[in-house]
């Protein structure tokens, strides 16, 4: 029985892949095996395998839930509302202080794969059970203005209506971009930059 058990669960598995993930993997220059293993994890949980930004990604009904990734130093299972998680084990990396709702649990070998399956899966069942909940996120007027972006929203008040008449998110999406530089001179360079967009009623993506 438990042979007929293994053998369902592997047809079931199949049945769930999607080619798309077949030709990210056999392109895998590295942590191909990883990559390999939080996929068998991921569709143990019934979740519906896709291609998306490149990477896969893996959804539940709607909701987008986790996206595996890799980097030169590791690769991680990416939660994209992880901050809604409890974390028992306390294996949620938040990226940067600026990151709000995505959290990594990150691996740099196979092993540690393997081994944490079963916690994988339990974190898993909980971001499919909050799906349908949503982030708190920070408000604009909590993000830190650099110094560089105050200064010319002061010296043109054209830019300021325009920056004021942004969406939340693309106003965001300017000060992280701005306050990521660590330099006064980058910072500057990337508000210039910027202006025209800005000023246009345009995001940074747009």
Known sequence: MAILGSLFQS???MNKMNPRIDGFLRKAKKWRDEFEELRMVCLDCGLT?????????????ESNIVLIHGFKDYCALLFFKGALLKDPSGILIQQT????????IRFTNLRDVVKMRPILKAYI????EKAGLEVSYKKTLEFAVPEEFENRLVESPALKKAFDALTPGRQRGYLLYFSAAKQSKTREARVEKCVPQILNGKGLND
Not at 50 to 55: H, I, N, P, Q, V
Not at 97 to 104: D, F, K, L, S, T
Not at 125 to 128: I, Q, T
């Open 125 to 128: 069942k909980e971001a499919k």
């Open 11 to 13: 047809n079931q598995q």
């Open 97 to 104: 202080e600026n990151v709000q709702a995505v959290r990594q």
């Open 49 to 61: 395998e896709e291609l998306k930004w490149g990477k896969p990604c893996y959804r539940y009904q």
